[in-house]
């Protein structure tokens, strides 16, 4: 089938991208879904920074590649052989497949996927198989899920089912900024009854991070440069909310932090702003050459822990009905990430927005693309 989506052509462009537009888009061909495979109408899709770092060249990928890993839809039809999904069912996408047999998928989440990763490193769905083509070749997946497009065919271990009062753009939120953000505090950090939580960086993942950690009844403190960001965050419910040089200066010292900004001296607030005997938490995605610089004797002396967490250390079949449950509560605000609506045709400019580090999560509409 023909489908419309946004193929990055290269890596590494100049910004802004408005004017070097990395993106193509146009019509492309979709294969039918193959075994253990299904076909996804896409509803709403989000802009997000592991996006944004295969733009910037920040992470190396193949291209040409149709971008997106942030998104839900309505499942359109089922590969043979088969499925437990059917269609009409309102999936959320996930940009880690997982096997469920490999020694990284019995560690809980902590570790990823090893077959999911080969797939997402190599630019295939789960099976090494391309279904997407341009002008007679093959135009690679993102994540497994490239979702920037009316589209898309992914492999079963790379969606979730939620139920169908699950409004299209809360579904795509829980699939990457939910899970990351949250799950960094769920599963790696793991505060305890009383325990403060500070968020340092407040983009999509840090805001998510902080709204879970609001809804599981921690006091929780945001740090971010932007002003704007701060009182975002003590509009979400946030006890204080400060610049990095403020956070410093107070003495303000937490059991767990979580960094979220994917920068080095991010990291290196974090760490200073942990409680001994606390516990730092990585899930930002900086440049592959930035190095940060942490006392080794503290580690020791105050018996500290930095942990990276990947995709918020989830398991995305156990984790997502957790943070359904906490919106359906009205404990988790999520609809309070989305910071703008864009057309498909404008992502270079929304890429541009987001590199300026002026939006939470902005969501692509899809509204006049599909016959």
Not at 58 to 66: A, E, Y
């Amino acid at each position: 089938m023909q489908i419309i989506g946004a193929v990055l052509e290269r890596s590494g462009a100049e910004r802004p991208f408005a004017e070097s537009r990395p993106f193509t888009v146009g019509p492309l061909e979709l294969d039918p879904p193959g075994p253990g495979e299904l076909l996804v109408r896409i509803d709403a899709a989000g802009l997000c920074h592991s996006d944004l770092s295969v733009v910037d060249g920040n992470r190396v990928r193949p291209t040409p590649m149709l971008l997106g890993h942030e998104a839900s839809g309505i499942v359109e039809a089922i590969g043979d052989g088969g499925s437990d999904l059917a269609p009409g069912d309102r999936v959320v996408l996930t940009f880690l497949p997982r096997c469920g047999a490999c020694a990284a998928c019995a560690t809980d989440g902590r570790l990823p996927c090893e077959v999911g990763s080969a797939a997402n490193g190599a630019g295939t769905l789960v099976g090494g198989v391309r279904r997407l083509h341009r002008d007679g070749a093959d135009v690679h997946h993102h994540l497994g899920a490239s979702a920037f497009a009316t589209h898309a065919v992914v492999h079963r271990s790379s969606v979730v089912r939620v139920d169908p009062d699950v409004p299209a753009e809360i579904a795509a939120l829980l699939g990457c900024a939910v899970l990351t953000g949250g799950g960094a505090v769920l599963n790696a950090g793991r505060p305890r009854p009383g325990d403060t939580v500070i968020v340092v960086g407040l983009g999509g993942v840090g805001m998510a991070a902080l709204l879970v950690a609001i809804a599981l009844g921690h006091e929780t403190i945001g740090v971010d440069a932007m002003p704007a960001k701060l009182d975002t965050a003590r509009s979400l419910g946030a006890a204080d909310a400060l610049t990095p040089a403020a956070a410093a200066a107070s003495g303000l010292r937490a059991p767990v932090v979580i960094e979220a900004a994917g920068a080095a001296a991010a990291f290196e607030t974090a760490f200073a702003l942990t409680a001994p005997g606390g516990t730092t938490v990585t899930v930002g995605l900086p440049s592959p050459s930035a190095v940060a610089g942490i006392p080794p004797l503290t580690l020791t002396a105050e018996a500290r822990t930095v942990i990276g967490s990947y995709l918020g250390s989830a398991v995305p079949e156990r984790d997502l009905p957790r943070y359904v449950e906490l919106w359906r509560a009205g404990r988790l605000p999520l609809e309070r990430l989305v910071s703008g609506r864009i057309r498909l045709d404008e992502i270079d400019a929304g890429m541009d927005r987001l590199a300026a580090g002026a939006e939470l999560r902005q969501l692509i509409d899809f509204t006049g693309l599909r016959d």
